[in-house]
């Protein structure tokens, strides 16, 4: 069942009507609670001293019918947060978070945070606890969960600026040099401050290969399968690289396979003789020649290059996307991306232009293999999901494949004998004999 909670604007005290809007129940709890108007709120903050407390009772009749408010709390502009890192409810927080604006020289900044609070505080502020941020590099990142909530319950003319701030890690800036201060209520002014803490590119591009390892290559945090947002690691980042080198040799290895196969002058062998002897006269056979290259070789490799491509587009824009962005550690992983996909397009055309002198099955299983090591990123990004260290896929890894390998080949060679065997042509007697390696 949905609850209505009414989000008053930031010049509600200048008479405009409230404006109501419907948020999940799951968010939120209800409360009755009353709030002082912004205006007064204004001049308070204005006078205050650090540490001083400002008084929560109504002074203007203005109060939020049972309203059911958030339990999550995002900080405005410019006040982001290692004092966080301990919870504390928003009574407790706003001294400190005072405190903070003041000797960040942003106490004009301090309007804007208490919008914020007031929007979400619950019981006087005193039952609302603030989610520890995780800070990396000196940045806070925010849950992008609380997207669809802010959506809601902030007026229309802040929903867009608070969402950029809610997925987009802030950069704390340094006390020495303090962003420009927006005027309270000025939308633009709002929306600029905040993208002088991170471009814009930041959230868009933290979109771009989220199923991917590619993703930690370029990024600071990523989502964990639990919903939570965590730190990109060292072992992170060589996994991203690794198995990027890893897809090129691969893609290597599918050419080199194709193009070492061609030098063998495979043809399809008939023959009329019987086998009972279990040797086969040469006069008995017949070798058919080529003809029609260009349905045998060129249209089939077509075929092959016109599928990768379109398997492999995603890659292509995204890194053309990624090229655009000022940052280095995107670009670099723009271009690893353009490489490997040329690359693969360029392996499985390869394969098939000289596959198609063998079998067809060969050929097929060639361009399956492609897209095969094309996904791996994927799986690994998936596994990495799966698991709270990193370092157990490695383990896993180097203890899962010698031991399987080892098994096929006793099971091959102990139970079933097997052997690879050749077939020789013997130019003295014009026989084909049968004769192991």
């Not at 903050?45 to 995002?74: H, N, P, Q, R």
């Not at 040329?342 to 067809?360: D, K, P, Q």
């Not at 094309?374 to 490695?394: C, Q, T, W, Y």
Request: one cysteine or more; glycine letters at 6%; proline letters at 6%.
């Amino acid at each position: 069942m949905h609850g209505r909670f009414y989000a008053f604007h930031r010049d509600v005290t200048a008479g405009e009507l409230p404006h109501s809007v419907e948020v999940e129940p799951a968010w939120l709890q209800g409360q009755e609670k009353q709030l002082p108007a912004l205006d007064d709120f204004h001049i308070a903050a204005s006078t205050a001293l650090a540490g001083t407390e400002i008084d929560t009772i109504d002074t203007t009749g203005m109060m939020l019918e049972s309203a059911l408010v958030a339990k999550a709390v995002l900080l405005p502009i410019g006040l982001a947060a290692p004092l966080l890192m301990a919870q504390m409810s928003a009574v407790e927080a706003w001294p400190v978070l005072r405190n903070r604006a003041n000797t960040m020289h942003l106490t004009d900044q301090l309007p804007h945070l208490w919008d914020f609070l007031r929007a979400v505080g619950t019981n006087g502020l005193e039952n609302l606890l603030v989610d520890p941020a995780i800070v990396v590099d000196g940045t806070a990142a925010f849950v992008r969960q609380r997207k669809a909530l802010l959506s809601d319950i902030l007026p229309q003319h802040q929903t867009h600026a608070a969402l950029r701030q809610c997925a987009t890690p802030i950069r704390i800036p340094s006390s020495s040099n303090p962003p420009t201060v927006p005027t309270p209520g000025s939308i633009v002014d709002l929306e600029s401050a905040i993208s002088t803490s991170q471009p814009d590119d930041k959230q868009q591009n933290s979109e771009l290969f989220s199923d991917s390892t590619h993703i930690f290559i370029y990024t600071d945090t990523f989502k964990h399968s639990d919903g939570t947002y965590h730190p990109v690691g060292f072992i992170h980042r060589l996994y991203a690289y690794m198995i990027i080198f890893f897809q090129y040799l691969l893609y290597f290895s599918v050419a080199l396979l194709g193009t070492l196969d061609s030098q063998y002058d495979l043809v399809p062998v008939e023959t009329n003789n019987c086998l009972q002897t279990g040797k086969i006269k040469l006069e008995s056979l017949t070798c058919p020649t080529f003809e029609n290259v260009g349905v045998e070789r060129v249209i089939p490799t077509f075929i092959a290059v016109f599928t990768l491509t379109f398997y492999i587009l995603p890659d292509v824009m995204g890194s053309m996307i990624l090229m655009k962005t000022p940052d280095k550690s995107a670009k670099i992983a723009a271009a690893l991306l353009l490489i490997g996909a040329m690359i693969a397009t360029l392996s499985g055309a390869i394969f098939v232009f000289y596959g198609m002198r063998g079998s067809a099955v060969e050929v097929f299983l060639g361009c399956v293999g492609i897209v095969f090591i094309h996904d791996l990123d994927e799986k690994l990004r998936s596994a990495l999901n799966r698991v709270s260290n990193p370092l157990m896929i490695f383990l896993l890894m180097i203890v899962w494949v010698p031991v399987f390998v080892t098994i096929s080949f006793a099971i091959g060679q102990d139970w079933f004998g097997l052997e690879p065997q050749a077939i020789r042509i013997s130019t003295d007697d014009d026989l084909f004999e049968n004769e192991p390696l």
